[in-house]
Nanobody, 124 residues
Framework: VQLQASGGGVVQAGGSLKLSCVAS????????MGWYHQAPGRQRVLVAD???????NYADSMKGRFTISRDSAENTFYLQMTSLKPEDSGVYYC???????????????????WGQGTQVTVSS
């Protein structure tokens, strides 16, 4: 089971990017999905997350600029980033809390899983 993030790149300030994260493997269901940002020399911090009901939560600095969404049927979630600023640069990691299929009648979990990260660079 793994998370695969993609969509990062280099963009000018004010531009947009859309990140994607796909969960693959013997997945029973995905509860919470989230995106985290790690700037150079800084700790990894939550950008946004979304639960299985579609309830979203955003860091204050991203509200109004970033939108998290999910396609539950495809176990895929997205981060649409607009009005990007140089301070948004860094590595973006996807994270998911999920349950896995098992050989018994009961799923295994919850399992906390991280993707490999995708680099975003915003030039001024």
């Amino acid at each position: 089971v793994q998370l695969q993030a993609s969509g990062g790149g280099v963009v000018q300030a004010g531009g947009s990017l859309k990140l994607s994260c796909v969960a693959s493997g013997p997945i029973f269901n995905v509860n919470r999905m989230g995106w985290y940002h790690q700037a150079p020399g800084r700790q990894r911090v939550l950008v946004a997350d979304i639960d299985s009901f579609g309830t979203t939560n955003y860091a204050d600095s991203m509200k109004g600029r970033f939108t998290i969404s999910r396609d539950s049927a495809e176990n895929t979630f997205y981060l649409q980033m607009t009005s990007l600023k140089p301070e948004d640069s860094g590595v973006y990691y996807c994270n998911a809390e999920l349950y896995l299929n098992s050989d018994t009648h009961y799923p295994v979990g919850p399992v906390d899983l991280w993707g490999q990260g995708t680099q975003v660079t915003v030039s001024s």
